[in-house]
């Protein structure tokens, strides 16, 4: 249920799927965030891959709904080969970047630290970072799971974090892309962790500060898993990619806000 004050976000990831098609989902979003007036009550905002960011923002045209990348180098320029800069995504007007994701944690082997410089360098180009943070299911098992969640937030979230150049995404990674979700209890301790945690930190920066859960978010499950306190949106994976089963999402959580 997002925090009274603070404007939800509903996210998008598209990962690895989507050609100059795909445009078509994005038309169909802006026809029917419009329509459904979803955009008075919260944010969207789609991150496909970096080779449809500008098609994407072309295509959004004068809807408000934000275009973001799902992942950033951390210098301005430079040898890097293969890796795409925080101005490059500003400059095709990108406005939010996901950091910290746990497929570019395992896949890419990016830490903490890596984790925490892509967040400044997003800063320093005038991005919002979503960083994402979210135990696997032995750290759940073995008990640890609020500890390994406050320990990411730790590392990954920089100083100098604030509510409008940063987002946190819970995503534990054994309900990304499963079907499987966290029970309400379980996001909710999670989440009030979390908020503790940025608020201790970042004072009233981190009170206002918009958290997020992620993982096999559906339109028929967001109503409540998205229910409990500190729960300010979603970042949602597979029922992005289909305008109808997004607008799902953004539509449940806007019950939430004006229930
Ligand atoms: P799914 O919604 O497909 O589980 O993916 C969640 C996710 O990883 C979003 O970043």
């Not at 040898?79 to 400059?91: F, K, N, Q, S």
């Not at 007007?93 to 497929?103: F, P, Q």
């Not at 406050?150 to 892309?177: F, R």
């Not at 096999?216 to 729960?231: F, R, T």
């Amino acid at each position: 249920m997002p925090t009274s004050g603070i404007r939800p976000l509903v996210a998008g990831n598209w990962k690895m799927n989507g050609l100059r098609r795909s445009m078509d989902t994005i038309e169909a979003l802006s026809t029917r965030a419009n329509e459904e007036g979803v955009l008075e009550a919260l944010d969207m905002l789609v991150c496909p891959p970096a080779t449809l960011i500008s098609l994407a923002v072309k295509t959004v045209d004068t809807t408000p709904i934000h275009i973001g990348a799902q992942s950033c180098h951390p210098a301005e320029s430079g040898a890097h080969t293969g890796d795409v800069a925080p101005e490059m995504l500003r400059d095709v007007g990108a406005s939010y970047v996901i950091t910290g994701h746990s497929e570019r944690r395992a896949d890419h082997g990016e830490t903490d630290a890596d984790v925490n410089a892509q967040s400044v360098g997003a800063w320093r180009a005038g991005l919002c970072a979503i960083v994402c943070v979210g135990e696997t299911r032995e750290e759940r098992e073995a008990g640890r799971a609020v500890d390994v969640v406050v320990g990411q937030l730790a590392g990954s979230v920089p100083d100098g974090a604030t509510a409008e150049n940063t987002v946190i995404a819970y995503e534990p990674v054994w309900a990304i892309g499963t079907g499987l979700t966290p029970t309400v209890e379980d996001i909710a301790q999670i989440h009030a962790a979390i908020r503790q945690s940025v608020a201790d930190r970042f004072g009233a920066e981190g009170e206002a500060m918009r958290l997020l859960y992620g993982g096999s978010v559906k339109p028929g499950n967001a109503a409540e898993v998205l229910s409990p306190a500190h729960v300010d949106g979603a970042l949602v994976g597979g029922a992005s990619l289909s305008a109808s089963d997004f607008m799902g999402i953004a539509t449940a959580v806007k019950g939430l806000v004006d229930a």
